[in-house]
């Protein structure tokens, strides 16, 4: 990978990290003067690396610092030196401090996909059925202290249905979010639209599949919505899986008025078909084995206290 893109993945996963509500935000907006949704005030960064511990907004900010700060943030300049400093001045949690690492030093398993980027024109996915089945799926999605979702994981056995099969796509419905492959394979370099409102990106398999081989991917996305998706959870099934379980975590900060296990209709514009309430556990989630699934969309709705 190029330094300039290491830099402006890295850069790019920072600013999702500092502008997500939660404790990183509220550190800086504690040093700042004028508090603006959607962007980062510099100067506030820049006095929490200077003094993490003071709390103070009308500090004078050092010239040099400052830059450094922009040049982190705006993806123009990101060394290893000045990013262990942003990890210790905002106490970054172990596996966030590791994916900026691998980021920066160039890593082909995270991918930071931000501001709507597209494929090349000339880059064409093929139509027609998908070269695979979904042998057994698994789904954990968490939410975060405002409500929204923070982070999925999946792990999915898939099995090829044609030779030579090199990729899948993986779908989602927000343009900014990360994507870091933990096993199975590595995340491709381009993302493009699905139709209005989704987005893809290819998982590519270490090693390419003969028609009948399985191969088990194990997959985490962080998420970064510009608004409030809407309370649900849902998995479409567009075939046929043997084995679908899907959990669902709260934060003890927001927490549902009602939960639901619940079935739509379908994916765009789709009303719940089905539903029968469920309790939160000892963990605050909810979980379902739903077995053998077929040309369905499952999950679980909610509303809020």
Same mark, same amino acid.
């Given at each position: 990978?190029?330094?300039?893109?290491?830099?402006?993945?890295?850069?790019?996963?920072?600013?999702?990290?500092?502008?997500?509500?939660?404790?990183?935000?509220?550190?800086?907006?504690?040093?700042?003067?004028?508090?603006?949704?959607?962007?980062?005030?510099?100067?506030? #960064?820049?006095?929490?690396?200077?003094?993490?511990?003071?709390?103070?907004?009308?500090?004078?900010?050092?010239?040099?610092?400052?830059?450094?700060?922009?040049?982190?943030?705006?993806?123009?300049?990101?060394?290893?030196?000045?990013?262990?400093?942003?990890?210790?001045?905002?106490?970054?949690?172990?596996? =966030?401090?590791?994916?900026?690492?691998?980021?920066?030093?160039?890593?082909?398993?995270?991918?930071?996909?931000?501001?709507?980027?597209?494929?090349?024109?000339?880059?064409?996915?093929?139509?027609?059925?998908?070269?695979?089945?979904?042998?057994?799926?698994?789904?954990?999605?968490?939410?975060?202290?405002?409500?929204?979702?923070?982070?999925?994981?999946?792990?999915?056995?898939?099995?090829?249905?044609?030779?030579?099969?090199?990729?899948?796509?993986?779908?989602?419905?927000?343009?900014?979010?990360?994507?870091?492959?933990?096993?199975?394979?590595?995340?491709?370099?381009?993302?493009?639209?699905?139709?209005?409102?989704?987005?893809?990106?290819?998982? #590519?398999?270490?090693?390419?599949?003969?028609?009948?081989?399985?191969?088990?991917?194990?997959?985490?996305?962080?998420?970064?919505?510009?608004?409030?998706?809407?309370? =649900?959870?849902?998995?479409?099934?567009?075939?046929?899986?043997?084995?679908?379980?899907?959990?669902?975590?709260?934060?003890?900060?927001?927490?549902?008025?009602?939960?639901?296990?619940?079935?739509?209709?379908?994916?765009?514009?789709?009303?719940?078909?089905?539903?029968?309430?469920?309790?939160?556990?000892?963990?605050?989630?909810?979980?379902?084995?739903?077995?053998?699934?077929?040309?369905? #969309?499952?999950?679980?709705?909610?509303?809020?206290?």
């Amino acid at each position: 990978m190029p330094v300039d893109d290491r830099v402006t993945q890295a850069s790019a996963y920072l600013r999702m990290l500092l502008l997500r509500p939660g404790d990183y935000r509220a550190t800086w907006q504690r040093r700042t003067t004028r508090p603006a949704h959607g962007t980062i005030d510099c100067a506030a #960064v820049a006095r929490v690396l200077a003094a993490p511990d003071v709390d103070a907004v009308d500090t004078a900010v050092d010239p040099d610092l400052l830059s450094t700060v922009r040049g982190a943030l705006d993806g123009t300049s990101l060394c290893p030196q000045t990013l262990e400093r942003f990890v210790d001045a905002f106490s970054l949690r172990p596996r =966030e401090a590791q994916r900026l690492s691998r980021l920066l030093q160039g890593t082909e398993s995270v991918r930071v996909l931000a501001g709507g980027a597209t494929a090349p024109p000339d880059l064409r996915r093929p139509g027609g059925p998908p070269g695979h089945e979904t042998l057994s799926l698994h789904e954990l999605h968490i939410l975060g202290p405002d409500g929204w979702p923070a982070e999925h994981q999946t792990i999915q056995v898939i099995r090829s249905t044609v030779d030579g099969l090199r990729s899948l796509p993986y779908r989602f419905d927000t343009d900014e979010l990360v994507v870091e492959v933990v096993r199975g394979g590595s995340i491709g370099r381009h993302v493009y639209p699905v139709r209005d409102g989704v987005w893809a990106v290819d998982i #590519v398999l270490d090693e390419p599949l003969a028609r009948g081989e399985t191969v088990l991917l194990q997959y985490r996305t962080t998420f970064f919505y510009k608004s409030a998706p809407p309370p =649900e959870f849902r998995r479409a099934v567009l075939g046929a899986t043997r084995d679908l379980t899907m959990w669902l975590t709260f934060h003890r900060d927001r927490l549902p008025r009602r939960v639901w296990q619940a079935r739509w209709d379908g994916v765009d514009h789709a009303r719940i078909v089905e539903r029968e309430p469920v309790e939160l556990d000892d963990e605050l989630s909810v979980h379902c084995r739903f077995g053998a699934v077929k040309r369905a #969309v499952v999950g679980f709705s909610w509303e809020w206290d």
